[in-house]
């Protein structure tokens, strides 16, 4: 359908011939990622909150981030598997809709290149505004997927890049909604979806020609219907979920994570679940894990030193919590065994409702050797210093002699091989 008032643009005739190409097909990608994209955006910043970055700067993997703070919270123990959650939704549908980014820039790649490349101030700001949108897609996407799949690539600095990304990604992604909304629901109208899906490819013809110069003028012979092409872009993102969410699912689809980096093989027994870092990767010695070591807690006036047998002897409850980490993989429910925290806090004198803690572990350096838990957090009757896992002593890799476990928090927050607590240190700095 041609409206004799709109303006007929065509592409520039050249090798974007593909009789697929025009509105429509742009506008249903489009609608997938402005449905997904929110998503992963707001899971994303719920993942920042969930770190508690106020409490303590050890916390905070993005100190200068200023007002883009505005919406932190303090991040609740319940339900028990929020972060597993939050964050399993964020890495897996993140990596879900990367054939759906890839299939919307296909459907409008030929409008990067138009020539002249600017016409006027207004083409150039909304040129300039493609570049963020674009730029920023493919950078929060990349820089993803390397933290997910490498970790560490960028030492330390993935948390900012990906953080300020996400914000120049954001102000982008609306900036280019409130221009293509109207647009993109013309274009919806234009074509009735059941009956796209029951065309093929010898009934396949290009759109209407329209001003948004996504159709050819010289369109090829179709080798493919959108039906087609819709179809390989949602194979596409169902094969890469079947071998991504088992990472966070977990039982016997961990085995079909083909893409998950950590743990698809566990091991077996009570130790066996997936493992982060391994205690020779981060240089933990083993002498400070053995008959030397000791437990400080420490009070306001008050530091209690206890040895292994001590922290045995003390009350043992047990609390069935997964471990979920922020690269997206989780564990399901494990059963630990061990002190809570709220126990160790009276045994330095906070008989009422205790107030949080600092954790420091054994490990010398590295960004999670240490971190403060908030009180909502001590207080939770199921927060542990574990010294047991399903029935067993701690394994070596799993933090033994003790770690702490935390409902709802992410994975980093359970520091292993503890050897200092420091409830209601004001600055939540190391003490010696
Ligand atoms: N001391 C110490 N504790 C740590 C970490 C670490 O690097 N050092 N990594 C944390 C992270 S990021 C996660 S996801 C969990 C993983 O625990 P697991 O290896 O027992 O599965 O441990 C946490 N505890
Ligand atoms: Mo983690």
New binding site residues.
């Given amino acids: 359908m041609n409206v004799p008032h709109v303006t007929v643009r065509h592409l520039p005739p050249g090798p974007w011939r593909s009789p697929l190409r025009g509105p429509w097909l742009t506008s249903v990608f489009g609608l997938v990622l402005l449905v997904g994209i929110p998503l992963v955006f707001v899971t994303g910043l719920l993942s920042y909150a969930a770190y508690n970055p106020d409490l303590a700067p050890i916390n905070d993997k993005t100190p200068g981030k200023g007002l883009f703070g505005f919406y932190l919270f303090s991040w609740p123990t319940d339900p028990y598997w929020l972060y597993r959650l939050t964050q399993g939704v964020h890495v897996t549908l993140g990596i879900v809709l990367v054939p759906v980014l890839l299939a919307k820039l296909w459907s409008v790649v030929p409008r990067l290149y138009t020539l002249p490349p600017v016409r006027s101030v207004a083409q150039a700001l909304e040129r300039l505004s493609l570049l963020l949108l674009v730029g920023g897609a493919l950078f929060e996407f990349v820089t993803g997927l390397l933290n997910v799949q490498l970790d560490y690539v960028f030492p330390g600095s993935f948390y900012p890049l990906h953080f300020y990304g996400a914000w120049v990604f954001f102000f982008a992604v609306v900036a280019h909604v409130a221009q293509r909304l109207p647009r993109v629901v013309r274009a919806l109208r234009s074509r009735e979806f059941r009956a796209e899906l029951r065309t093929n490819t010898a009934g396949t013809r290009p759109e209407a020609p329209d001003d948004t110069g996504l159709v050819s003028s010289r369109p090829a012979e179709p080798t493919m219907s959108r039906r087609g092409a819709l179809g390989m872009v949602g194979l596409g993102s169902l094969a890469l979920l079947v071998v991504t969410a088992g990472q966070s699912i977990g039982g016997s689809l961990r085995r079909t994570a083909l893409l998950a980096p ?2 698809r093989n566990p091991g077996s027994g009570p130790n066996g ?6 205690a020779a990767l ?1 240089h ?1 010695r083993p002498q400070d894990l053995g008959e030397n070591w000791r437990l400080v807690v420490n009070g306001n006036s008050r530091r209690v030193t206890l040895s292994l047998a001590d922290v045995r002897r003390l009350p043992q409850h047990r609390s069935a919590l997964p ?5 997206g ?1 989780s ?1 399901e429910d494990q059963h630990w065994e061990g002190v809570r925290l709220r126990d160790l806090a009276r045994l330095v004198g906070f008989h009422g409702d205790p107030p949080g803690v600092f954790v420091e ?3 010398l350096s ?6 403060a838990l908030r009180d909502n957090q001590v207080r939770d009757p199921r927060s542990l210093l574990a010294l047991r896992v399903n029935g067993a002593v701690l394994s070596r ?3 033994f002699p003790a ?2 476990i935390v409902p709802g928090a ?9 050897r200092q607590l420091s409830f209601g240190a004001t600055t939540f700095g190391p003490r010696s």
């Fill in positions: 950590h743990g679940f997936p493992i982060n870092k391994t981060l933990v471990i979920a980490c922020v690269e993989w564990t572990s054994v490990q590295g960004p999670f050797r240490a971190v890799d799993h933090g770690r702490v992410p994975g980093v927050m359970n520091t292993k091989w503890v």
